[in-house]
């Protein structure tokens, strides 16, 4: 309990847990059990329900990485690395938007944005924590988790279909192809000041400079050098977006065969 409020920095070596090992597996099923619990309140709620339920998790992440701030800040641990300027906290404002905005174009483009980058994304930062330095039992470490099941619940819940009352604010996102150009649009427009400014102050943010350590980015940087690695990672992204639209796709296309099979029974 000691070491609840600890940051990295003044962490005793071996306070951590190790990828795949006990602890980690039981924070993942920790972690799919919730979402499993959230797809099934969504799923047997209304339409209206399931826009509060997405308002609210929103909010929540929000929430959560404002109580991160304030912590480190009254302990004295706050720094230019904690700035929301990863990937997955960039996610935070795009959940916001989509769950306010009423804009109809807006709604669309957030969700493919959050279903085809933003999604993954966040499942890689899980499969892959980089909050695993910290004890199993610290803010840090429940910080993590947590924000991570906030967007990705949200991202997944975009997808639901309600029991009644469903309108076009509550109707699961339609994946469109068409949106890929803004999504790329979007990987460059927040890479490359992210990216500047990781330069200035020898950050990095994304994971655009350097790959994590323990994660399969190292193979980028071993098979395209550490000059070549910014560039590879980048158009990993876009095919990265390709490779969801595919998946997305199939399961659509998978969900209505199965459908026209029940009518057709």
Excluded at 173 to 181: A, D, E, G, Q, S
């Amino acid at each position: 309990m000691e070491q609840f409020f600890v940051y990295e920095d003044d962490l005793p070596d071996g306070s951590g847990y190790e990828y795949f090992g006990p602890e980690h597996f039981l924070c993942i099923a920790i972690f799919l059990l919730g979402i499993f619990l959230l797809w099934r309140i969504c799923r047997k709620g209304t339409g209206e329900e399931k826009i509060h339920l997405l308002r609210l998790l929103s909010v929540c992440s929000l929430a959560l990485e404002l109580l991160k701030d304030f912590v480190l800040t009254v302990t004295g641990s706050m720094n230019l690395f904690e700035l929301p300027l990863h990937i997955c906290s960039l996610s935070i404002f795009v959940c916001l938007v989509n769950a306010y905005t009423k804009n109809r174009k807006i709604k669309e483009y957030t969700g493919n944005l959050a279903s085809v980058l933003l999604l993954p994304a966040a499942v890689m930062a899980v499969v892959f924590p980089d909050y695993h330095i910290y004890p199993l039992f610290s803010f840090m470490n429940i910080y993590g988790y947590l924000g991570h099941f906030f967007i990705i619940g949200y991202m997944v819940l975009l997808h639901v279909p309600v029991h009644e009352g469903e309108t076009e604010l509550s109707a699961p996102v339609i994946i469109k192809l068409r949106y890929l150009p803004g999504i790329i649009i979007f990987i460059f427009v927040t890479a490359i000041p992210v990216y500047l400014f990781d330069r200035l102050y020898h950050l990095n943010y994304y994971f655009i400079n350097w790959p994590a350590s323990g994660t399969p980015l190292i193979y980028l940087q071993d098979w395209f050098g550490k000059a070549g690695y910014k560039y590879a990672f980048l158009i990993l992204l876009i095919l990265l977006c390709l490779f969801m639209y595919g998946i997305w796709f199939f399961l659509r296309t998978l969900l209505k065969i199965r459908k026209d099979k029940k009518y057709a029974g």
